[in-house]
């Protein structure tokens, strides 16, 4: 930590360590030693905690060990389970339509207590298995194409980057990059494709990635700008699922804050004659 100035820990499959009490002395060490640094650079105090996390990887999402204080935060899986499910219309698992998008949106539906203990994503560098190809490849192969399925993309972002939660994204979604390593039947595998697929960065320039990238980067400049993005609440003040749609609005901000309202339309339905330009767009 001292050579390489690190800033933070990302601790892998933290199940298999087997000793919560290590992770947790692994924890307390690395912030110590941040906290010296932060000392050492002459900073208040005030702050330090705050810049600095130590979060787990973990599928099964143990959250006692947040509860126990052994960690600071843990990825959160069900984050893309239920955004790529809600992209495409469908269910996640047993949970209808709407708690599929509601604990998706807000990490405090799966037993999260803060923002900062649920790190989202849509995609991981685990990129086999059902819905875990990347975003671009899963779409393609679910049957969509051209604008549709860039609007997908997008509609995946807009819930990450507005989400209660961390956002996180695998180097390449930002333009909706794509698997290019299968094996002989056109999956993903650890000697065809996962974890060894590299970005392809020259896709940047074609046209609909083109436009996938600059909406993104739009996005990421807005959560990093809007306070209300940093809070720990959301608030679901609209539903409407009538004549086949599925459109849900969520409220960020708490009091004092100017508030952040996500409009997301997770089906084909639009406004006959509505609006050609909204007053504020992404």
């Not at 996180?168 to 996962?194: I, P």
């Amino acid at each position: 930590m001292r050579d390489f100035r690190v800033d933070g820990i990302r601790m892998d499959s933290v199940e298999n360590v087997a000793n919560w009490d290590f992770i947790g002395g692994y924890k307390d060490r690395a912030r110590s030693l941040w906290q010296e640094r932060w000392a050492a650079a002459g900073l208040p105090d005030a702050g330090a905690d705050e810049r600095f996390l130590v979060v787990g990887e973990e599928l099964s999402r143990p959250l006692a060990i947040l509860s126990q204080r052994r960690l600071d935060a843990l990825w959160n899986d069900g984050f893309r389970a239920r955004v790529r499910a809600a992209i495409l219309g469908q269910n996640n698992d047993a949970e209808n339509f709407e708690f599929t998008v509601r604990n998706g949106i807000d990490c405090r539906g799966l037993g999260f207590t803060d923002l900062s203990q649920a790190l989202n994503y849509v995609t991981s560098h685990d990129v086999e298995g059902f819905r875990k190809e990347r975003l671009f490849t899963m779409l393609q192969r679910s049957g969509f194409s051209g604008s549709d399925l860039q609007k997908r993309v997008q509609l995946a972002f807009v819930c990450l980057l507005t989400a209660n939660g961390i956002p996180m994204f695998l180097a390449g979604e930002e333009f909706a990059d794509q698997n290019d390593l299968f094996d002989s039947n056109g999956n993903v595998t650890e000697s065809g494709g996962n974890q060894v697929d590299p970005v392809e960065f020259s896709r940047v320039n074609e046209p609909l990635r083109h436009d996938v990238f600059e909406y993104v980067a739009r996005l990421v400049r807005f959560r990093t700008s809007q306070p209300a993005l940093g809070v720990t609440d959301t608030d679901f003040i609209h539903i409407d699922f009538n004549d086949n749609k599925r459109v849900l609005v969520w409220k960020r901000g708490m009091g004092g804050q100017d508030p952040v309202v996500v409009v997301a339309n997770f089906s084909d339905y639009a406004t006959p004659n509505g609006l050609t330009r909204s007053s504020r767009s992404f």
